[in-house]
């Protein structure tokens, strides 16, 4: 995976699922279709990581079957996971001032890069004064794409301008790991709130005033609109809106 240029959080992943494999095998070349099962069956996942799993489990398999390893590729006949779709959950602006009054300063910035940049835990873990040009931040998000997202945040600006590096220094190739990006806002948002809702903040909020998905989902780093429509919370003068119309109509 490194020589083909995946990115060290995406083997770290891989890393992460085929050892839950291993749990449930002696070696790679008894891995059957009921060992499969079996590992994907944690009660403890959700449907998101289940098939995020799911995916690693099958690249092995085929590669491992393709290799000559495995006579038989047991993924074939593995059945699909299905996720719930998702339901836009933008975090109340209330709930957010009260977070960023509570803030220490990595915190603080945290929350920002979430609720008005539209980062992913994974990028925000990952933002470096290299990345920025003027105003606007190189984000390098899922599969290795490279959006720009204008920051308009003066704040942000200037802390990633002093950072001279990574903006959040850590142990995870000299950075903070998106892991501990997430563990830290679970500690200081209250109830169901997470570093992901800010996001669906940012997205929410994007829309409401421009009302052009393509643009909400560009700033976000989505290929397709219909991903982006699971960020976006429709503002209820939108369905009035339609009310109105089909009531005159």
């Known amino acids: 995976m490194r020589a083909a240029g995946r990115r060290p959080s995406t083997v ?12 449930h095998a002696a070696s790679p070349q008894v891995v059957t279709l009921g060992v499969l099962e079996r590992a994907l069956a944690r009660p403890d996942w959700k449907p998101e990581t289940r098939k995020s799993a799911r995916s690693v489990f099958v690249g092995f398999c085929r590669w491992m079957h393709g290799m000559g390893y495995l006579e038989v590729d047991p993924s074939r006949m593995l059945r699909p996971v299905r996720v719930p779709e998702g339901v836009p959950r933008p975090i109340p602006e209330h709930v ?5 009054g509570l803030a220490d300063d990595r915190e603080r910035l945290i929350l920002l890069l979430g609720a008005h940049g539209g980062l992913r835990a994974g990028e925000i873990a990952v933002v470096n004064t ?14 290795g794409k490279t959006r720009i997202v204008p920051l ?4 942000l600006m200037h802390a990633i301008r002093r950072a001279q590096g990574w903006l ?5 190739d000299g950075h903070l790991s998106p892991g501990h ?8 948002l209250p109830d169901h709130w997470t570093a ?7 997205g929410t909020v994007g829309y409401e005033a421009t009302r052009d998905i393509l643009a909400v989902g560009r700033f976000l780093g989505h290929s397709k609109p219909e991903t982006t429509m699971r960020y976006v919370q429709l503002p209820p ?7 109105r119309a089909t009531s005159a109509a």
């Open 196 to 202: 992901h809702t800010l996001r669906h903040r940012a």
């Open 130 to 143: 290299r990345d920025l040009a003027d105003d606007l931040l190189y984000v390098t998000g899922k599969g």
């Open 237 to 243: 003068d939108a369905l009035r809106a339609v009310a």
């Open 168 to 172: 959040f220094p850590g142990r995870t």
């Open 152 to 155: 308009v945040d003066e704040e």
């Open 181 to 188: 990006v997430s563990v830290l806002m679970a500690r200081l």
């Open 96 to 100: 957010l001032e009260r977070a960023l």
């Open 12 to 23: 770290r992943l891989h890393e992460h699922y085929l050892r839950c494999l291993a749990r």
